[in-house]
């Protein structure tokens, strides 16, 4: 690994590399840390780890990344938590980072709090908003508990680093600065690090309908008013237009209507579309938990009680098998106008 | 086979209301119950035992009132309990939690599975599970929705992903934190219950385990929670209903076409 520099790192952020492909949260993470990096006056590297990758690292440097550190193993091929964990500690060992940031995907929330346990340090899960306390220069980080009923704000005032890993979507990927421009150094490591005691068996990956909800830019979900199974096509179909995913509330997937993949709450998935329908959902604490920062929310229920409708930004109050057929067919109807 | 499971009380979040004028959670009067997924490790433990033999030890940290949720562990199929409760254990985050049942664990063990939900209702850190397994050097996987163990010293797991469902094949001892889809929990038989009733529940301190106060509790915890808030999460809806349900849908056209989801492309 080269040596220049290595105190100027403020911040090394984790990457995210699944099936060649470079998560969207890569970006997002390594333009947050310039932020935070300015506020330091120091360096941000972003590390890749992959056995392939479809697009160019290079482009990390739009994002703001100082360095873009790559490792290229065969045995990255798939996700193997012994073999992240320990790459992400050699590094950090090296460069030593004030700060260390994750994406809190299932690989980030693996592989960090491993990592921080070996280190001995702070690490914050999830966080939603971060910041440099302008006095300390420590990282304040914040995040939600109890499903967002609950922020808040925590330090590692004298571990280092200073370890977090952060909701995807939860900050803006900013335009790419392509003056900023910084070559990806290839860093070779012994083999002995790629020894692991799990064995990678495979990956059969989500197709059509089950292709992860977090990911969607709009989720139409429903819950016990959907009365049966059947209904949920109706749902489909609507997300289909719109080109979201369905999900669901605890009631439908416990009256199994609709698998557990699907579940948005607290003991289900958290979720932060552009735009969130909740159809004939009452709206109990334990579902608002998992869409409450959703850009905008439509309620369809036919109680105008319904607390659903206390964090939403337009409710539709009647009787959603009315109200959901004539939505679909006026947004048919604007699709074959537009054409 | 001996298992341990780790096993967290939380509050009871079905029961949560929502205060009507500060639009914030009500939190007074609100019950504890075992952490639902740690429901599901429990199952994974007990239904291994009938297959394979051994015991199954639910190992826990908390008040005294937690107690409760131990109780029930054994209702629930667990042979025995570990139960840390010491006041120099409390706000402990997730470094000295971990290291904390790290300390009962070699205690009590060794184990040749440890098992915990993938996180917990309260805290949503899913922090804990691996930070055991990384501290005492053990393999360990995580999000995993289904076993299988064939006698031969492994485990194969299924590991629910964003993208879909990782195969993973790890030797014992390990730590798994587990999902729902895992399986589903059974509900306490009578003759569960009356053991649960009569169980002895020993309380362990720092001094048992041979912990040094400065590993646990606030002074063990490399964090510091700063400041908590109460965020508002009501908003004013433009209700429609009735005659006006048609001009609802309208609007709703529009917002969707304004924020480029219809018409606009991606």
Known sequence: MTTTSLNQTGILVLGEVRSGIMHSATLELTAKAADLATKLGKEVATLLLFEDLKSDP???????????????????????????SRILSRVIGSLKPDIVLAPAT????????????????????????????????????????IGGNIMATIRTPDHRPQMATVRPKTFPVPDPDRQRNAVPEYIEMPEAVFVSRIQPLGMEPASGDDVNIQERDVIVSGGKGLKKQENFEMLRELASLLGGGVGASRAAVDNRWIGYPHQVGLSGKVVSPRVYFAIGISGSVQHLAGMQTAEFVVAINKDPESPIFKVADLGLCGDLFDIVPRLIQTLKGKMEGSI | MRIAVLI??????????????????????????????????LQAAVDLRSINGGEVTAISMGPPQAEAALREAIALGADNILFISDKRVAASDTWATARTLVAAITRSGPYDLILAGEKATDGETGQVGPEVAAMMDLPFSTYVSGMEFNGDGYLKVKR?????????????????????????????????????RKAEMPLCDLESLELSPSETGIAGSPTRVVRI?????????????????????????????NRAILGGGN
């Open chain 2, 8 to 41: 967290k009380q939380v509050p009871d979040t079905d029961d949560v209301r929502m205060d009507e004028t500060t639009g914030t959670m009500v939190r007074e009067g609100i019950g504890a119950i075992i952490n639902p997924l740690d429901l599901n490790a």
């Open chain 2, 160 to 196: 629910t992903v964003e993208d879909g469902v990782e195969l993973q094949k790890i030797p014992l001892p390990c730590l798994l934190t587990v999902l729902r889809d895992l399986n589903e929990p059974v509900m306490p038989t009578l003759a569960g219950k009356k053991r649960a």
């Open chain 1, 58 to 84: 290079a482009i990390l440097s739009h994002y703001g990344a100082d360095r873009v550190l790559c490792i290229r193993h065969k045995s990255l091929y798939l996700f193997d938590q012994e073999i992240q």
């Open chain 2, 229 to 257: 808030f109460y965020p508002q999460i009501t908003r004013t809806p433009m209700l429609f209903k009735g005659k006006d349900i048609e001009e609802g849908i309208a609007c709703l056209v529009r917002e969707l076409e």
């Open chain 1, 106 to 145: 299932t690989s980030g929330r693996t592989i960090m709090p491993a990592v921080a346990a070996i280190l001995h340090t702070g690490l914050t899960a999830d966080c939603t908003g971060l910041d440099i306390d302008p006095e300390t220069g420590q990282l304040l980080q914040t995040r939600p508990a």
